[in-house]
């Protein structure tokens, strides 16, 4: 079983739409990753959560350390916004463990 | 500031060769990590640096290697090239606690290796 969990792997939405996407993990973590890659390659990194929750123009990101479960949250969705969205996790013995990614695509 | 510079962008390289790729972190980064990305396995940790020294390592052979100059750069080594080490490799570097930390992760645009 993979160390982080995401879902869905796809998910397609018309513009203007609210999505969330999901990430859980089950080992012991400092920080939460949650990063977005378009074609092409390049990643940024979107936000880092330790607990609670961050907000960022219209993205929100929020963890629950307690269930090993984190969402990412885009509100008022626009085609920019598609792209991979992966989830990784600072794991205590000092490595990054990754989800496979969710694949977003919005529709004009 | 400059981001985070990798390079080359694109390499060609066949079975048995060995290859180099550079990683230069933001100014002021300390800890410099790598990572392989393939359309199978995605995302993977190879290893991280930090003041020249290598912090901690995942779960790849030993032909990967890598080092990091006082002034932080990074190269990261692939010896005896085979079919599936064609993939996607990025570096991101960070302030100072790195990947195991609790500080942001800045991402290189990645090199990409093809071995024929």
């Known amino acids: 079983k993979n160390e982080v969990e995401q879902s869905p792997q796809n998910l397609t939405a018309q513009e203007g739409e609210f999505i969330t996407i999901n990430c859980s993990y089950s080992?012991?973590?400092?920080?939460l990753h949650w990063l977005q890659q378009h074609p092409g390659g390049g990643i940024v990194s979107l936000f880092m959560?330790?607990?609670g929750k961050k907000k960022h123009g219209r993205l929100i990101a929020t963890i629950n350390i307690q269930e090993k479960h984190s969402s990412l949250h885009i509100t008022a969705s626009h085609p920019r916004d598609s792209a991979v969205y992966i989830c990784?996790?600072?794991?205590?013995?000092?490595?990054?463990?990754f989800g496979k990614g969710n694949q977003v695509v919005v529709i004009p | 500031k400059a981001g985070v510079t990798q390079t080359p962008r694109y390499l060609i390289k066949t079975r048995g060769q060995q290859v180099t790729l550079s990683c230069s972190p933001i100014?002021?980064?300390?800890?410099v990590s790598w990572y392989q990305q393939t359309p199978g396995q995605g995302l993977q940790f190879l290893f991280e640096y930090f003041s020249e020294t290598q912090r901690n390592k995942g779960n790849f052979p030993g032909r990967f290697s890598g080092r990091q100059f006082s002034n932080s750069r990074s190269e990261m080594n692939v010896s005896t090239l085979e079919l599936g080490d064609s993939a996607l490799y990025l570096c991101?570097?960070?302030?100072?606690f790195g990947v195991g930390g609790s500080e942001k992760l800045f991402f290189g645009s990645g090199t990409q290796l093809s071995v024929l």
């Open positions: 080992v012991g973590i400092s920080a």
């Open positions: 959560l330790s607990s």
């Open positions: 100014s002021g980064h300390r800890s």
């Open positions: 990784a996790v600072s794991v205590m013995n000092n490595r990054l463990a």
């Open positions: 991101a570097s960070s302030p100072g």
